[in-house]
């Protein structure tokens, strides 16, 4: 009965929104991966709707990893601005 709800692509809209909700309140892009791993497979099951509950699942893994990946290479690139001073204003 569960099975079904895998194949909806409204409910993995609806996991994207709830993990994305969860990253909110734990901020740390660790969640946000697995909510671009659930949006991306809502488009996945809109254009080609599966029934197979464990191929969905672990196209779900494999999305969610690939998302995280991808943040974890974006936000590397990104200094935080943070100056390194060699010199200290009171040497002579």
């Known amino acids: 009965m569960?099975?079904?709800?895998?194949?909806?692509w409204w409910v993995w809209i609806c996991v994207a929104?709830?993990?994305g909700v969860v990253e909110l309140l734990a901020p740390g892009f660790?969640?946000?991966?697995?909510?671009?791993?659930?949006l991306s497979m809502a488009v996945f099951v809109?254009?080609?709707?599966?029934t197979n509950v464990a191929a969905l699942?672990?196209?779900?893994?494999?999305?969610s990893l690939?998302?995280?990946?991808?943040?974890r290479m974006m936000f590397r690139r990104q200094s935080?601005?943070?100056?390194?001073?060699?010199?200290?204003?009171?040497?002579?």
């Not at 001073?85 to 009171?90: A, L, W």
């Open 2 to 8: 569960m099975a079904a709800y895998f194949s909806l």
């Open 17 to 19: 929104l709830a993990l």
């Open 30 to 38: 660790i969640f946000l991966g697995f909510a671009i791993g659930a």
């Open 46 to 50: 809109f254009v080609m709707p599966a």
């Open 57 to 63: 699942i672990a196209m779900f893994a494999i999305l």
């Open 66 to 71: 690939i998302g995280w990946v991808v943040l």
């Open 80 to 92: 935080s601005g943070a100056r390194i001073v060699k010199r200290d204003i009171n040497d002579g």
